[in-house]
């Protein structure tokens, strides 16, 4: 049996001799008559290290393919199907050969790391403790019995929180809604899964932002979708460019974030919204509008969204209670046509049987209440004040070599460092010095961006995390020889 491995592909070499061994045992290539080459045999033949086939060796022991026999050599074990021999799955490949992707190892680290005493997270999307409403939330428990049926839920979600949500839409955003209309989900991210499950099929091209927080996703790939990039400038997507990609493909959808986009924290212009919604008529692509941010408007300002515009049910509209309430809330909706709720509710409740009744209880208590209206007022002021922070931050320090955007509202900055660096050395460096950012690269094509968050942190935290940051990118990039 003759063992052959590719240089050219990103698979390491043992991972290659352990499937290819692996495969010749299940196929009889391999007899079990005869032993296996020896390690430093197979090897010197397939002119790699040593190393290589002792590690891939362990792993086909470890799953109980092969038996080493002291003094007489590596063999197939005889007893693969017998009823003595308790075989262990190889999960190392089953967690390679899963269809639905894992996040970038990148995004992993992030996640896994910026919890670590000392580390001043400038990276995570969700809100600080201190601006989350626990107290009124404890209000609530008091003054109001929870008296709800604990079974499943209708399959849209809880007929009162829907109704709530359709006062909510038409108060603050200017929406006339239906409760048959409308999905809860789990959260956002929940809402995109499943529109991207339920609707697309692989092979279909969709069109996203760039830079985006879609971008980083690996649903799209997971499902082979194709996906198109759309640059942001300081007024959102260009509708230009959406023709041109029309153009030369056939957008089956358009993912759009308008307002406070993350992570630029532009806010589409007028004209651009009212032109991109004719596109949507004229060409038949619908339009997801991922609307997070529009609520944390520093000077309380709405502007319309695309949802409220759309007179043609063009338009899905997610929103949740992730960035202006409690991300561990785990409350989301989708908003559109009936029949395409209808079927997003299908593919939801083969997943989960709908969503979980408590907190769709308390979060109906809280947002038809006077409390969500003065909390939202608290969390713009507090918002504007740590956006402020971080920009006083960065311009006393910076000395000009980090240029951005101020954004009016939502909960990120957007960073361009004027020359040349390896975003992700400089996060390295930063993590040893306390403080976490997104490199831009996890969310866009472009290089020398990053992304700082102001919604996680306090004023004397984004001081001192924009310090640390300073001080690694002098010592990634031999700058800023005088702070």
């Not at 490949?93 to 992707?101: A, I, K, N, P, Q």
């Not at 529009?294 to 997610?318: A, E, H, Q, R, W």
């Not at 969310?443 to 102001?454: A, C, D, I, L, P």
Request: glycine share 8%; hydrophobic share 35%; net charge negative.
């Amino acid at each position: 049996m003759q063992f052959m491995l590719d240089r050219s592909i990103k698979k390491p070499m043992y991972r290659q001799l352990v499937e290819q061994i692996e495969n010749a045992i299940i196929s009889g290539d391999l007899s079990q008559d005869q032993p296996l080459p020896s390690e430093r045999e197979l090897a010197k033949k397939l002119l790699i290290n040593r190393s290589t086939v002792v590690t891939a060796y362990d792993e086909l022991e470890a799953v109980g393919l092969i038996v080493r026999k002291i003094g007489s050599g590596t063999y197939i074990n005889t007893d693969i199907w017998g009823l003595t021999h308790k075989r262990v799955p190889n999960w190392g490949r089953y967690v390679e050969d899963g269809s639905f992707l894992p996040n970038l190892p990148l995004v992993q680290k992030l996640r896994n790391e910026t919890e670590q005493k000392g580390m001043i997270n400038l990276s995570s999307g969700e809100l600080a403790a201190d601006l989350l409403p626990n107290v009124q939330f404890a209000r609530i428990l008091k003054e109001h019995a929870f008296d709800e049926h604990l079974g499943y839920d209708h399959p849209l979600g809880d007929a009162g929180l829907r109704e709530t949500i359709c006062k909510h839409m038409k108060t603050y955003k200017g929406m006339v809604v239906e409760p048959d209309s409308i999905l809860i989900t789990s959260g956002a991210q929940q809402a995109i899964h499943l529109i991207v499950q339920c609707l697309l099929k692989p092979g279909d091209t969709v069109a996203i932002e760039d830079p985006s927080y879609a971008f980083s996703l690996p649903i799209f790939q997971s499902f082979g979708v194709k996906t198109l990039l759309l640059p942001v400038d300081q007024h959102g997507v260009n509708p230009d460019d959406i023709e041109a990609l029309q153009r030369k493909h056939r957008i089956r959808m358009l993912f759009l974030n308008p307002d406070y986009q993350n992570p630029t924290g532009t806010k589409m212009s007028l004209e651009r919204r009212k032109r991109i919604l004719e596109l949507s008529s004229k060409h038949g692509f619908p339009i997801i509008e991922d609307d997070p941010y529009n609520l944390t408007s520093f000077d309380g300002c709405i502007g319309p969204t695309l949802k409220s515009m759309d007179d043609n049910d063009n338009v899905l509209y997610i929103s949740s209670l992730s960035k202006v309430v409690a991300s561990g809330l785990r409350i989301g909706w989708i908003i559109g046509p009936e029949k395409v709720i209808k079927r997003l509710s299908d593919g939801k409740h083969q997943i989960d049987f709908g969503h979980s009744v408590f907190p769709q209880w308390i979060a109906n208590q809280f947002l038809d209440s006077p409390q969500f209206d003065e909390h939202v007022s608290d969390i713009r002021i507090q918002l504007r004040e740590r956006r402020n922070a971080l920009i006083l931050a960065l311009d006393s320090l910076s000395k000009d070599e980090v240029t951005y955007l101020v954004p009016q509202g939502g909960i990120h900055l957007w960073c361009k460092i004027n020359h040349e660096i390896d975003e992700y050395k400089l996060l390295e460096e930063s993590m040893k010095k306390g403080v976490s950012f997104v490199p831009g690269r996890i969310m866009g094509s472009k290089n020398g961006y990053v992304r700082f968050t102001y919604g996680k942190g306090n004023e004397a935290s984004i001081k001192e995390g924009i310090s640390r940051f300073v001080y690694a990118l002098r010592d990634n990039g031999g700058m800023f020889e005088n702070v």
